[in-house]
């Protein structure tokens, strides 16, 4: 794009069509046609809907892998497991060498009823676990950066072998994966949906623009320059996607309010939506859109001047 | 206007060899036969085409030389009026009129564009819009939109082909009062009556096409 091209990029003019319902006067040249107008709002808005959704999804899942990642990195469990007769000098034997580890908090024998409610998915809740052989469970929190895994690991092989020391990384990694992938297809969404608009508002420009061949000749005939043309019909088009995105936004944003509380119900979706000031994230929506409506129609309408003579 | 050739798309030449030259105070009438090549002439007049051969200059400005916008800026300085003349037919007339005025950034002066209307005998129709005007209406309010950006050179392609005889010498009243404020005037017809009437009041040289080449008509008309 020659550099002459932003010579017309008046922003006050911009702002000004933004905010005025028939986008001034430079405006009134393109005729106004209502059902490409009515269109191109509804595309608009319900791209913006969708990108209130593809956020939500890629802030809900960026704070789900932080908080796996960062709560399962924060304490270790240690498996005890044992003849019954050995069973309580061998957890005791753990519970020793788990408080002189360099690095760990105290160590926490979980009780019966715990571990009763751990198993109550598999084995209901009426499972009597002091008459089956079940492991002692220690839950054992990191105090520093000084614990050393591996080196309890082997101590607790020497020491305690009935000991399996579990840090968590073998099912951690790939949930953190998952939420970090879910993280990125929430971000690749957003862009997707940005294109699309783009893609949209230039198809319309380009039929706005060829339905109006009579207002470019006319235009053209008294003298107008490309930039002038094009203007008219970018005003047109961002203020129709600036508009159209703010009504979707709104209704995403109020969709995202009502979604169900899952917190008590389901780990996974606990959390999807915004939080705090993620909120005012979504309101960047109708400034992106009228963005992309700004330089897609731009763009379409001068490739297509410059096309003719 | 310096020996200049052209042909649509490459192909024959239509006119060929062309030399012109448009000073401000003169009068010119362009005849020739239905499709000898004088909407062409027009057209590469206002650089709505470039010549195939030769060269045209415009206000000292070689048009071959100029961007896109710097012929727009040309065409400022140039009022067209055509036959089937287009308007946004969505605006008022007065709209329509002083929409040169907003596309060159200038003050729109309401008494001024009232004046203008009334100059066209569009005072009545001001508020009108374009399809709702008569053949002869168009063309008036065609012409005042051609002149108020006060053009150096009017170009009319067949301005009175649809106006009867009466509503055709009250355009060309208008064009010759244009042209002794000193307007250069360029008029393509086919209508030799309507040129012997206004060689009448101005004085007016006429110009023929005749095998792709222009003449002067010389006193046979």
Do not use: C
Request: glycine share 10%; no cysteine.
């Amino acid at each position: 794009m020659k550099r002459a091209d932003f010579r017309g990029l008046n922003l006050r003019a911009l702002w000004r069509g933004l905010l005025r319902g028939d986008g001034g006067a430079g405006d009134r040249i393109v005729p106004p046609t209502g059902f490409t107008a009515q269109l191109t709002l509804f595309s608009a808005g319900a791209m913006a809907f969708l990108a209130v959704f593809a956020l939500a999804l890629a802030l809900a899942t960026g704070r789900l892998a932080d908080r796996w990642s960062n709560q399962l990195a924060q304490s270790v469990t240690v498996r005890v497991s044992a003849p019954l007769a050995q069973q309580e000098a061998q957890t005791q034997t753990v519970l020793q060498i788990l408080r002189t580890t360099p690095g760990a908090g105290q160590p926490r024998l979980l009780p019966d009823d715990e571990v009763a409610e751990l198993l109550a998915p598999w084995f209901g809740p009426e499972m009597p676990v002091d008459a089956l052989p079940v492991p002692a469970l220690i839950d054992l929190p990191i105090a520093d950066s000084d614990f050393d895994s591996d080196g309890l690991r082997l101590r607790l092989e020497a020491e305690a072998p009935g000991a399996v020391l579990d840090d968590h990384t073998q099912w951690r990694r790939p949930l953190v994966s998952a939420a970090t992938r879910l993280k990125l297809l929430g971000v690749v969404s957003l862009l997707l949906i940005a294109a699309t608009s783009g893609a949209m508002i230039v198809l319309a420009a380009k039929a706005a623009l060829a339905a109006n061949g009579q207002v470019i000749r006319v235009m053209r005939l008294i003298g107008a320059r490309d930039l002038t043309i094009a203007t008219a019909f970018v005003r047109r088009f961002t203020h129709r996607a600036a508009i159209g995105a703010g009504g979707g936004t709104l209704l995403g944003m109020a969709a995202v309010a009502l979604l169900p509380d899952m917190q008590a119900a389901g780990g996974f979706l606990t959390g999807l939506g915004f939080q705090g000031w993620d909120w005012l994230l979504p309101l960047l929506i109708p400034v992106v859109a009228a963005a992309v409506g700004f330089f897609a129609t731009r763009w379409a309408a001068l490739r297509m001047l410059r096309s003719v003579r | 206007m310096q020996d200049v050739g052209f042909g649509y798309h490459g192909g024959a030449e239509l006119l060929s060899n062309v030399t012109l030259s448009l000073q401000p105070g003169m009068f010119h009438f362009l005849t020739g036969p239905s499709g000898s090549g004088k909407t062409t002439l027009l057209r590469l007049l206002y650089a709505d085409l470039l010549p195939s051969s030769g060269r045209i200059q415009a206000f000292g400005h070689d048009l071959a030389d100029m961007g896109r916008d710097d012929i727009a800026t040309l065409r400022r300085r140039v009022g067209v009026v055509h036959q089937d003349t287009q308007f946004l037919d969505h605006l008022p007339v007065a709209e329509n009129v002083a929409l040169p005025l907003n596309i060159a950034g200038q003050h729109v002066d309401m008494d001024a564009l009232r004046d203008l209307l009334g100059w066209v005998q569009l005072s009545q129709q001001a508020r009108a819009l374009p399809p709702e005007l008569s053949g002869g209406e168009r063309q008036r309010a065609a012409l005042a939109r051609a002149v108020i950006l006060s053009p150096d050179l009017i170009l009319a392609d067949e301005p009175t082909g649809n106006l009867d005889w009466d509503m055709s010498m009250r355009l060309m009243q208008l064009l010759i009062e244009l042209n002794k404020s000193g307007k250069a005037v360029m008029v393509a017809t086919h209508d030799l009556n309507l040129i012997r009437a206004t060689k009448a009041q101005v004085a007016a040289r006429v110009l023929r096409i005749a095998g792709k080449s222009l003449q002067s008509a010389g006193a046979d008309l």
